[in-house]
Nanobody, 126 residues
Framework: VQLVESGGGSVQAGGSLRLSCVASKYTYSDYCMGWYRQAPGKERESIAVINSIGQTSYSNSVKGRFTISKDNGENTLYLQMNSLKPEDTATYYC??????????????????????WGQGTQVTVS
């Protein structure tokens, strides 16, 4: 399974970006997928998750501004980011779980532990 993110870039505060994550050899409809981000000098932060039935959850830092969604037919995960702030500057990663891993809660949603990660896409808000 390979996850490839795209859509990052530089934007002014208040602007919007949409990140995409395309997976090969992975059935989006079956499992949890999510977005993480990591800013320089900070720990990696889980910011959004969506499960197999479309249940979503967000971290408090992005709730109300970001929206996670997926297109099962296109095997693509999205993160719509609105009202961006300088503190949203980070490298953003998509992640996917797989059965056989330990069960865990991602932002309150029951998932398997993430097993697959993308390479990251940079978002810079000035």
């Amino acid at each position: 399974v390979q996850l490839v993110e795209s859509g990052g870039g530089s934007v002014q505060a208040g602007g919007s970006l949409r990140l995409s994550c395309v997976a090969s050899k992975y059935t989006y409809s079956d499992y949890c997928m999510g977005w993480y981000r990591q800013a320089p000098g900070k720990e990696r932060e889980s910011i959004a998750v969506i499960n197999s039935i479309g249940q979503t959850s967000y971290s408090n830092s992005v709730k109300g501004r970001f929206t996670i969604s997926k297109d099962n037919g296109e095997n693509t995960l999205y993160l719509q980011m609105n009202s961006l702030k300088p503190e949203d500057t980070a490298t953003y990663y998509c992640a996917a779980d797989s059965p056989g891993r330990a069960l865990t809660y991602e932002l309150g949603v029951l998932c398997y532990e993430y097993n697959y990660w993308g390479q990251g896409t940079q978002v810079t808000v000035s």
